[in-house]
DNA sequence: CGGCGGCTTGATCGGTCTCAAGTACGGTGG
DNA sequence: CCACCGTACTTGAGACCGATCAAGCCGCCG
């Protein structure tokens, strides 16, 4: 909820606001609609919004990353998906979020009124399309979320890498915004086969390991071919 | 593909080709693009698509059940779905299919042109939000799955269970139109452990099972304490 | 230097898979 | 009507992967 956080309201239409995405596909880019939005920041681990809580809002991440999650009955807690610059999250069809939603780190996210996206959805068809779009994607990142779980989990491990390499990296090195703790939880896995199989993979020269977050493919090929 | 399978096209607008429907609620009512589809009947295990094939029609379950699903490299099949009558499948965002789609057993479904569909939503925006509102609902079901491949046998076995109740019997009786081996890769188990856990069941009084595929919820309350 | 949180490593446990029989059921042919 | 067969399902015994429980390590910040 909108709440215990700090909020400044964009002068609208100045583009600038929006650049400071980082290199990310085009994914989201939601037209008309980025100029309606407020900022907010969140600090580690604060929370955006609650599952079941109304969906009033969409946002984007402009800085930093975002994690969504459930509680399972047992107290685990499965993550959602990562939400990295560039990304939209927490739009919803029906009336509440479905997951709960944190700042990982310290992160700044662009609020958007859900009524007022629906309501232009119900005007402009190409709108109402790039909802669609946007909705769509999501599904297919789902689906393939839910592939992920039924592997091996070297093979969670090394999709996981690749995935984040795509997202936030050109080059080879990257540094994981998360936890092991968020990645075990993503990938249904626990913290210590994370870690475990991040050191197997070192030993097979797959990837380096300067330090626990920061992480070097150096044979992309050998993490891909332990998929498909 | 459309090959090797009987097509009979419907004379448009009659209305009594759309009332073979079950009971089911309305999800995927499709208002005027309803009217645009042809019938088109497979046998049990015939391919209705394969992944990666061009996405140029969706259908529309109308008798029987059709699964999707993926072959893993190793060889192992995840289903992504159950499609029952009254439910769409096929709809997609990109140029292909994700899954692919067989009937489980004979089914009747009405094929409707992709293209059709994506130039009555760039006219019509109610019709733009409805396969908006489609999209997400299937959104919604494909992260209820994913939620279920990180629990115990038990508790995926008991939610399949709540599910295919919800969705094809108003009674305590239902007969699963798929076998122990669908059952297994939707869950992602073994058919072993499946029926395994079914037994178990059994034996907890939670459910009857006068042959394989006939069942009946003799307490519904304990299967969803196994859950959350 | 001490303490704390995040990460790694080790030893054991347990749930699910694997491999292998055994059983029930539906269909076919005599 | 019964005998036979094939397929789907169930049951059993043992192996294996990842979870659990428990230390140890590392980097960071006081």
């Known amino acids: 909820m909108l709440t215990q956080t700090q909020?400044?309201?964009?002068s609208a239409g100045l583009p600038k606001m929006n650049s400071a995405h980082r290199s990310a596909p085009v994914r989201g880019s939601f037209g008309a609609m980025e100029l309606m939005g407020s900022q907010m920041t969140?600090?580690?681990?604060?929370?955006?919004?609650?599952?079941?809580?109304?969906?009033?809002y969409?946002?984007?991440?402009?800085?930093?990353?975002?994690?969504?999650?459930?509680?399972?009955?047992?107290?685990?807690?499965?993550?959602?998906?990562?939400y990295l610059p560039g990304d939209i999250f927490g739009l919803e069809i029906g009336e509440e979020h479905?997951?709960?939603?944190?700042a990982i780190s310290h992160a700044t996210v662009m609020v958007i009124r859900r009524s007022a996206v629906v309501a232009l959805a119900e005007r402009d068809c190409d709108a109402a399309r790039e909802l669609w779009t946007f909705t769509g994607r999501e599904l297919h990142r789902v689906q393939e979320h839910m592939m992920l779980l039924v592997k091996s989990a070297q093979q969670r491990v090394a999709c996981f890498l690749l995935e984040?390499?795509?997202?936030?990296?050109?080059t080879d090195a990257?540094?994981?915004p998360m936890s092991r703790q968020?990645?075990?939880?993503?990938?249904?896995?626990?913290?210590?086969?994370v870690s475990r199989t991040m050191t197997q993979l070192v030993s097979n020269r797959a990837i380096g390991l300067p330090s626990s977050r920061h992480i070097v493919l150096r044979n992309r090929g050998a993490l891909r071919q332990l998929n498909s």
């Open 98 to 102: 479905q997951f709960s939603a944190e």
């Open 7 to 10: 909020i400044h309201t964009t």
């Open 164 to 170: 984040m390499s795509e997202r936030l990296a050109a």
């Open 174 to 176: 990257l540094e994981l």
């Open 42 to 56: 969140f600090g580690p681990n604060e929370e955006i919004f609650g599952e079941n809580e109304p969906a009033d």
């Open 182 to 193: 968020d990645i075990a939880d993503y990938l249904g896995l626990t913290i210590e086969t």
């Open 58 to 82: 969409a946002y984007k991440v402009t800085k930093g990353a975002v994690r969504t999650y459930k509680i399972l009955s047992d107290g685990r807690r499965q993550i959602g998906g990562f």
